[in-house]
């Protein structure tokens, strides 16, 4: 039975030899909102995400997608990941590289049409024949979040998505996101910027691989006590996980 819940994390351990990466974290997403993912540089975010993706086997506890449980193949086609880092053909071009995504994740009908969409959501319909190692930094980036739209997912899960990018652009991204969430999909986003955190529904403060706090951006400051997101954290951090 198909539940609320797009992303159902369950009492999550996983170690990297002696590192105990995720500690005991539990963590619902429901359908149809963007939830983003705060904390530090090795606070879990990063093993969370690929726990979602199927990368990562839990060592204990259970991750659910789509009413699976992960690792699944066919819930791993229905899911677009964006990773942190640029992961990319740099001899192919812009759209080879889409369209190479978009096979590969199985998308057949309006094939060229979804390719079409995501180069022009991130403006990059003018370059579609430059290849990948022309491009700058922030230009590829727009390019792995187009290969993470593609095949129109159920759920997005986006990495650091919008660093590099100019402000105007980024805008029109987040415009694009909360249009995704209108249409029923679910993302989950991975950031340290605060001013994009209040940009999202939910938000989940991840330290040392466990959940501080969960909540809206006004509920968290309200419940901190605190003018802004990151003040609001470092309290979370000092009193300790709610788990």
Known sequence: MSTTNAVEITNVHKHFGRIHALRGLSLNIERGMTYGLLGPNGAGKTTLIRSIMGLVEPDDGQV???????????????????????????????????????????????????????????????????????????????????????????????????????????????????RLNAQGVTLIVSSHVMDEAERCDRLGFVRHGTLLAEGSASELLERAGTPTLEEAFLKYAEQGPTQ
């Open 64 to 178: 659910k997608v789509l009413d699976t449980v992960m690792p699944d193949k066919d819930i791993m086609g229905r899911v677009g990941y964006m990773t942190q880092s640029i992961a990319l053909y740099e001899d192919l071009t812009v759209q080879q590289n889409v369209a190479f995504f978009a096979a590969m994740y199985g998308l057949e009908d309006d094939h060229a049409q979804a390719i079409r969409e995501v180069l022009d959501l991130i403006d990059l319909a003018d370059r579609a024949d430059s290849r990948v190692r022309e491009l700058s930094g922030g230009m590829q980036r727009r390019v792995s979040l187009a290969c993470a739209l593609v095949h129109r997912p159920d759920v997005v899960v986006l990495d650091e998505p919008t660093v590099g990018v100019d402000p105007q652009l980024r805008v029109q991204f987040w415009d694009h996101f909360h």
